[in-house]
């Protein structure tokens, strides 16, 4: 690779990180960069991990200033999504490029829906609450073998998981995704690493911009507050999704 490729994955690794921290879905820019630049499928997947743990290392410290992270629910939460991630990053599933691209348009544009939709009020019975504890735990499996085998568009489904089943703001529901992320990348990113499909130099320099465009997000997204979040996921999702369905 020479010096202009190295600059495009530092600009495209800042862009990255700034989608992925307020919304999602940065791997869909990411990856096919990735591949222009002459990396094979399977390197490309597991090089962009080692950009999205970063990322998510520095967003949790920008987090962290504002005194906003918790910890030991981030970690609870993320345990769910460990044994799918792993089950998911191993797995060998075939299916079309063009249907995985329509597919994940779709999930994109019912997502948006949902988040206009109003949670449960928090006065919600008991029988209500376990319910939901339920849903969510088994969302998060499901959520924890998407993004371990596929990634790209996992921090949508994730948002939504929370936002309506916690019950709690779009930044805390930011904060818990971040944590939640980094987590389960970790056995996926060392599955890709042992079958030898990570590429150093091209994976730091992504992450190098990576970590700058999350760090930025996670100051923006506590200073702009919750409809600041709620309108630039939508945004974002939208026009992904458009981009992936046509």
């Not at 345990?79 to 599933?93: D, E, K, N, Y």
């Not at 060392?190 to 091209?202: C, G, N, R, S, T």
Request: net charge positive; charged share 10%; no cysteine.
């Amino acid at each position: 690779m020479d010096y202009s490729d190295l600059f495009i994955l530092l600009a495209t690794g800042i862009i990255t990180g700034l989608i992925n921290i307020v919304a999602g879905g940065g791997s869909t820019l990411s990856l096919p960069v990735l591949l222009f630049l002459g990396l094979d499928s399977a390197t490309a997947n597991g090089t962009n991990r080692l950009g999205i743990m970063i990322q998510n290392i520095a967003a949790i410290s920008g987090f962290q200033k504002d005194k906003l992270n918790e910890f030991s629910l981030s970690f609870k939460l993320a345990l769910f999504t460990l044994p799918g991630a792993i089950i998911g990053a191993l797995a060998a599933v075939e299916i079309s490029d063009l249907w995985f691209k329509r597919i994940l348009g779709v999930v994109m544009i019912l997502i948006v829906l949902t988040l206009f939709i109003p949670p449960v009020p928090k006065g919600a019975d008991q029988k209500q609450e376990q319910q939901n504890n339920w849903k969510l735990y088994f969302s998060l499996f499901g959520i924890g073998f998407y993004g371990g085998f596929i990634q790209a568009g996992v921090g949508f489904l994730l948002m939504a998981a929370l936002f309506h089943l916690l019950r709690i703001t779009l930044i805390k529901v930011n904060i818990h995704k971040v944590f939640i992320i980094l987590l389960f990348n970790i056995p996926a990113f060392l599955l890709f690493l042992a079958a030898d499909k990570v590429a150093w130099l091209p994976g730091i320099v992504l992450a190098a911009g990576n970590a700058t465009g999350g760090w930025l997000s996670a100051r923006i997204s506590v200073k702009k507050g919750d409809r600041f979040i709620k309108y630039a996921l939508a945004s974002i999702i939208i026009l992904m999704a458009v981009k992936l369905i046509i």
